[in-house]
């Protein structure tokens, strides 16, 4: 029964006779609750925006602090960039870390204290920080949360292990005796890659190559490195066609992240940067989608967030672009998949300016792999130039698209789509 | 004088170092347990769903297009194709795919000609002798071309 046909029954049960003083009542109400409904749809305004961001590290290794120690002081720089009292304000929590690479099992009951998070809501997503970001996002949009911080750290220069942790992660008994570490998953991916798209050895050295100077304007940056095509492409292989240089090095380093209702926001921060649309995605745990030359996970999770922040043409929508580039090749292939590349199968190669700039900022490249921190890591970069950009009132950079993938043999990402208006 | 440790050089940089030893045991379930016997008869096993007809290595008891049940089981042809491959030195890993068959197996592949090593390439298992297979991957040797 339909909630109209209800009230009509209940009025008549209660007026009887008097039922057409009831259906005057009910057109009544119709129209005002349609009113009401309006006029609240342009004063509520449910958007979310990032309020405040912190980060700590960034550097190959970061003897002299504990990765608690990393984190309160990226935490610390957060919230004193938006005024927030981390005990009274924030109302969620979400960490995003991964109990081998912290080298403690339910490593979430080590999380709250340094972030000022005891004895209030917390949660850990065991993901990249941007599914993180994502939890938030809904947090707030639901009415749960109307401040709410994320964080994500690396502290793999501590990890003695690291090698092991990444043959941990294969499957134990058809993979395990076979891929090693678990490279030649991104290596075998690679190949199939460059088959499928025609994509040349020359090309992704153009990516090493850009990343890592664009690394040189960025003080974050731990391994950019003025680096020719011709320099990248004599590198040694790791597992033949990844050669070493192709691959982001380890690094330390901690992101927080807070985000804000847009009734808070506004009050919070001059300079509000909204989450206009968020999605993820996991392609599959088989072994074709690990390797498969299409970021399928990517395609999906852009898919999502798209369709929120209603963006149709992603090539002209976007003014720069945050992408995952862990292994150099994975660039290409995520800003296919993102649709944000002109790559023409057919033309044999890719052009040598996409549409839309990608990791201007050096990328994993440059600034290495924080592991869960990786998608927190391009958040901060684009937030960074969106925020700069403002400031200068430059027109070039207003919306952002923010990628994650979760490393090998995942086929796991996230997508933000960020914009200062 | 009361301990600074700003004013020490080393101390604070000094790190506690800890292992622990973690052993775990694998249940290879209905799907499993069936690809590892047909290993031992050196055979290559893959699951086949009911409702979709969908199959697939390595098996398993559910569809992963259509989420029905696989309770069917179909040997792979006896050469498969070369997906993609990586190498390091003498070693050489590969992606191999069956026709009409969903999913790859990894396995070493050996080669005497790299040159005919290419993506698409025919490749077939070589098993170890049948006395000493356990039911492991490693019942196959190794995957050789087929050319
Ligand atoms: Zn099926």
Redesign the pocket.
């Known amino acids: 029964m339909n909630n109209k046909a209800g009230i009509e029954q209940y009025l008549y049960a209660s007026f009887g006779p008097e039922l057409k003083f009831g259906r005057w009542l009910m057109v009544s109400k119709a129209f005002t609750d349609k009113l009401v409904g309006n006029i609240g749809a342009l004063l509520l305004d449910d958007k979310v925006a990032i309020v405040g961001i912190g980060y700590s590290g960034f550097s190959p290794a970061t003897p002299s602090q504990s990765y608690k120690e990393l984190i309160f002081d990226a935490a610390s720089r957060a919230y004193a960039e938006c005024s927030v009292n981390p005990r009274k304000d924030v109302e969620s929590f979400v960490c995003c870390e991964e109990d081998l690479w912290e080298g403690t099992s339910i490593t979430d009951e080590y999380a709250p204290d340094q972030l000022g998070a005891a004895q209030r809501n917390i949660c850990t997503v065991s993901q990249d920080g941007l599914n993180g970001v994502a939890t938030a996002y809904m947090h707030i949009k639901s009415g749960v949360a109307s401040i709410a911080v994320v964080e994500s750290h690396s502290k793999l220069s501590n990890v003695l292990s690291q090698s092991q942790v990444r043959e941990f992660a294969l499957e134990p008994y058809y993979e395990r005796p076979i891929l090693s570490d678990g490279i030649p998953v991104a290596a075998m991916q690679m190949r199939r890659f460059m088959h499928d798209y025609k994509v040349t050895e020359e090309d992704i050295a153009q990516v090493v190559s850009k990343n890592k100077k664009n690394g040189l304007f960025n003080q974050r940056s731990s391994y950019a490195a003025d680096v020719s095509v011709e320099q990248a492409m004599r590198s040694p292989f790791v597992w033949n066609p990844l050669r070493r240089i192709q691959m982001a090095p380890p690094a330390d380093g901690c992101v927080v992240a807070v985000l804000a209702s847009a009734e808070k926001a506004r009050s919070m921060t001059e300079q509000p940067v909204w989450i206009k649309g968020i999605g993820w995605n996991s392609a599959s745990t088989s072994a074709e989608s690990a390797i498969s030359s299409d970021a399928l996970y990517a395609k999906e999770a852009a898919k999502m967030a798209y369709k929120i922040a209603g963006v149709n043409s992603p090539k002209s929508y976007f003014d720069f672009a945050e992408v995952d580039d862990t292994y150099a090749f994975k660039e290409l292939q995520h800003a296919e998949a993102l649709g944000i590349a002109d790559m023409d199968v057919s033309k044999g190669n890719m052009p040598a300016v996409a549409p839309v700039p990608i990791n201007m900022s050096g990328g994993s490249l440059s600034l290495g792999d924080l592991v869960e921190a990786t998608g927190l890591v391009r958040l901060l970069e684009a937030v960074q130039r969106l925020r700069n950009a403002e400031r200068k009132r430059s027109k070039g950079s207003k919306r952002a698209l923010v990628q994650s993938w979760r490393g090998i043999p995942s086929s796991s990402g996230a997508v933000a789509v960020l914009g200062v208006e | 004088m009361e301990y600074n440790p700003l004013f020490d050089g080393t101390y604070h940089l000094r790190p506690w170092v800890d292992s622990l030893p973690l052993e775990y045991k694998y249940s290879l379930g209905v799907a499993g347990k069936t690809f590892s016997e047909g290993l031992r008869r050196g055979k290559i096993l893959a699951s086949k ?1 009911s ?2 007809n ?1 199959s697939r290595i390595p098996p398993s008891i559910y ?1 992963v ?2 989420f ?1 049940y696989s309770d069917g089981y179909v040997q792979v042809s006896e050469t498969g194709t070369l997906y993609s491959f990586a190498s390091r030195g003498d070693l050489v890993v590969a992606a191999v795919e069956f026709k009409g068959v969903k999913g790859l197996l990894f396995h070493r592949l050996v080669v005497s000609d790299r040159n005919k090593l290419e993506i698409g390439a025919p490749v077939r298992p070589v098993f170890v002798q049948e006395a000493i297979r356990k039911g492991d991957i490693t019942d196959i040797d190794h995957f050789e071309l087929a050319v």
């Open positions: 769903c409702r979709c969908e569809c297009g259509c029905g």
